[in-house]
């Protein structure tokens, strides 16, 4: 009796799951959609097996290493400190020009940046930024002196299928952002004479 009861409560669960039709979701656009979505009002956050506090760490493994990405994700009036850390477990892929975060061996480190959340507010724009192909999750952090913390990241939820191997450089990544904003001021320059 009691197994029937939790299926019932699993077949709940996974009923109200936004994830259920993630398969037929197409994927979102590049930048501009994730700034959007992080500025929506009546964003809620998904539970996470973490509770969410403020002054925790969050990993970043992709285009939020940029403290002027972050800063405009957080709407920040200057930039934030970013610590060199990494953590170990998990493999980096591409989901189109964007690194996604998925199991891996257990010493196998990924390197990135970590952030010290400053209220739940913060967590909830890190989230909507990075859409719903992703979910929060509890990590350790190993910073390069030593020292270690208990903090979150976002790991790949969507369709596997999706993803390539490939590498992802910050700097290359920059440089194109840079180059396409130049062109959109060019192109409103030009519409404004």
């Known amino acids: 009796m009691e197994s029937n009861k939790m299926s019932k409560d699993a077949e709940e669960i996974m009923a109200a799951s936004p994830m259920k039709d993630i398969k037929d979701l197409e994927p979102p656009s590049l930048m501009t959609r994730k700034f959007s979505q992080a500025e929506q009002s009546n964003y809620s956050s998904p539970p996470s097996r973490v509770h969410a506090s403020s002054k925790e760490f969050h990993f970043f493994y992709g285009t939020l290493m940029d403290a002027q990405t972050l800063a405009k994700v957080l709407k920040l009036d200057s930039l934030p400190r970013l610590v060199p850390a990494k953590i170990s477990g998990y493999h980096c892929k591409l989901w189109g020009e964007y690194l996604a975060l998925v199991g891996g061996e257990p010493d196998e480190p990924v390197h990135g940046m970590a952030y010290k959340v400053q209220s739940p507010g913060e967590s909830e724009l890190l989230q909507a930024y990075e859409t719903d ?31 390539r191997e490939g590498k992802f450089n910050l700097k290359d990544w920059k440089m194109d952002k840079l180059e396409q904003d130049i062109d959109s001021a060019r192109h409103h320059w030009s519409h404004d004479q």
């Open 133 to 163: 192909r992703y979910s929060k999750i509890g990590c350790i952090l190993k910073f390069e002196d030593g020292t270690a913390a208990i903090g979150n990241t976002f790991k790949w939820c969507g369709d596997k299928t999706e993803l």
